[in-house]
């Protein structure tokens, strides 16, 4: 599975994104995906993940409410809906897949991920 994250650039504080990820291959839809960001100088944190069918979210506490997880599988693409932009939303941000029926928010237990797409808020 490869994947492809694009959306990202710079706003202002307030500002909103919208980031794709899309998947090569069949059977999107076994996956389960998620969404990672680096901020410089720092280690890669979970920011929100999906349920293969999309029926399950979950958000990391300092987005939720502001960003919003979805998924077309008929298109093989996830998507990070951001809202209210913060500067301390400024990163890399990477999608990420595996093959289960679970909701994954562990960095480690990701099997597939994208090349990463800048984000960055100014104040």
């Known amino acids: 599975v490869q994947l492809v994250e694009s959306g990202g650039g710079m706003v202002q504080s307030g500002g909103q994104l919208r980031l794709s990820c899309t998947a090569s291959g069949r059977s999107f839809s076994d996956f389960a995906m998620g969404w990672f960001r680096q901020a410089p100088g720092k280690g890669r944190e979970f920011v929100a993940a999906i349920s293969w069918l999309g029926g399950e979210t979950y958000y990391e506490d300092s987005v939720k409410g502001r960003f919003t997880i979805s998924r077309d599988n008929d298109k093989n693409t996830v998507y990070l809906q951001m809202n209210r932009l913060k500067p301390s939303d400024t990163g890399v941000y990477y999608c990420?897949?595996?093959?289960?029926?679970?909701?994954?928010?562990?960095?480690?237990?990701?099997?597939?991920w994208g090349q990463g797409t800048q984000v960055t808020v100014s104040a």
């Open positions: 990420a897949a595996r093959r289960t029926i679970a909701l994954i928010m562990k960095e480690g237990e990701y099997d597939y």
